[in-house]
């Protein structure tokens, strides 16, 4: 479970502050599929960069699995972030000296993980691509190099993926299976997946969609239960 306890964020702007997000509060239970909707400017990143600990907000509390995030060190949000959170990003963030198999391995090395390259190759068989793992990105596809970003997102069983514009940068085609990829892992593995998009397909096929607008939250739809 995710927990949004009136969460804010403002920045200095001039001689004043610029709010970006207003107090809000959010739950996100485990295992659904929310969506964050809006248009530009709206706060969408901003509040996924918060659930990820990359940013701290300026008042209130997230809880993410029971723990308040908030409180926690640099070190201590590193680890959480380390084995528990997953992030995808709109525009891979790959290393590029890296083949797509070591991008793969390297938040299991960082962890220490004894049996990085066999997990490593199974990830990118589960994204489809145990033949390219010898490639570097620049050798890959868009679509290609989004999937080793989500093979490595997942490379530490992280129960919370988070997923930042990730076919913003695709074509229709390619943004399609990306999406189906991401279903089927919240789906296979139960992991929590909470995604910025301005895709009103993929929005349709959340649990959860969470409308933005002006830093504020708009609306909220259910997706109702499949009959």
Do not use: K
């Given at each position: 479970m995710i927990e949004l306890r009136g969460v804010s964020k403002t920045v200095p702007s001039g001689d004043g502050t610029l709010t970006i997000l207003h107090p809000l509060d959010l739950s996100i239970p485990d295992r659904h599929v929310v969506a964050i909707t809006g248009p530009s400017g709206s706060g969408k990143s901003?509040?996924?960069g918060l659930i990820a600990g990359l940013d701290a907000p300026t008042s209130g509390q997230i809880l993410v699995g029971g723990t308040d995030i908030t409180t926690l060190g640099e070190d201590a949000l590193?680890?959480?972030?380390?084995?528990?959170?997953?992030f995808v990003?709109?525009?891979?963030?790959?290393?590029?000296?890296?083949t797509a198999?070591?991008?793969?391995?390297?938040?299991m090395e960082?962890?220490?993980a004894r049996d990085a390259e066999r997990r490593g190759r199974a990830l990118l068989d589960e994204v489809g691509l145990s033949e390219r793992g010898h490639h570097y990105p620049s050798q890959l596809s868009g679509g290609e190099q989004q999937r080793v970003a989500i093979a490595r997102a997942l490379a530490n069983d992280p129960p919370l993926l988070l997923a930042d514009e990730p076919t913003g940068?695709?074509?229709?085609?390619?943004g399609r299976?990306?999406?189906?990829l991401l279903l089927q892992v919240n789906r296979s593995r139960g992991t929590t997946l909470v995604l910025v998009t301005h895709d009103a397909d993929l929005a349709a096929l959340a649990d959860l969609t969470i409308g933005l607008r002006d830093g504020a939250i708009a609306s909220r739809t259910a997706r109702p239960p499949a009959s």
């Open positions: 901003t509040l996924l590193a680890r959480l972030r380390g084995t528990h959170i997953g990003f709109q525009f891979f963030h790959l290393l590029p000296s890296l198999l070591e991008n793969v391995r390297v938040p960082i962890a220490g940068n695709l074509d229709s085609t390619t299976q990306v999406i189906d």
